[in-house]
């Protein structure tokens, strides 16, 4: 496991201990040399163009493109 992260403060760096693999731009590389089983989009704040070009990297290698979100929801109280 690892994360993609086009922030260049964040490259080389880990996630709760996990490797920072590259940038977006460099994700089509990352595929063709790790072995991925699929990519996982954390953040909301992607771009339609952003996420179709990872939607087509991920479809030619044929690794699955999921979004992960969390919602709070309101529970009754009485």
Same mark, same amino acid.
Request: net charge negative.
């Given at each position: 496991?690892?994360?993609?992260? /086009? /922030?260049?403060?964040?490259?080389? %760096?880990?996630?709760? +201990?996990?490797?920072?693999?590259?940038?977006?731009?460099?994700?089509?590389s990352?595929l063709? %040399? /790790?072995?991925?089983?699929?990519?996982?989009?954390s953040? /909301?704040?992607f771009?339609r163009? %952003?996420?179709?070009?990872l939607?087509?990297?991920?479809?030619s290698? +044929?690794?699955?493109?999921?979004?992960?979100?969390?919602r709070?929801?309101?529970?009754?109280t009485?």
């Amino acid at each position: 496991m690892g994360f993609i992260d /086009d /922030d260049p403060r964040n490259q080389g %760096k880990q996630v709760n +201990g996990y490797p920072v693999l590259g940038t977006i731009d460099s994700l089509e590389s990352i595929l063709d %040399k /790790d072995s991925i089983s699929e990519v996982v989009v954390s953040g /909301d704040d992607f771009s339609r163009d %952003k996420l179709d070009r990872l939607a087509r990297t991920c479809s030619s290698h +044929g690794i699955p493109l999921r979004r992960f979100q969390t919602r709070l929801e309101d529970m009754p109280t009485s």
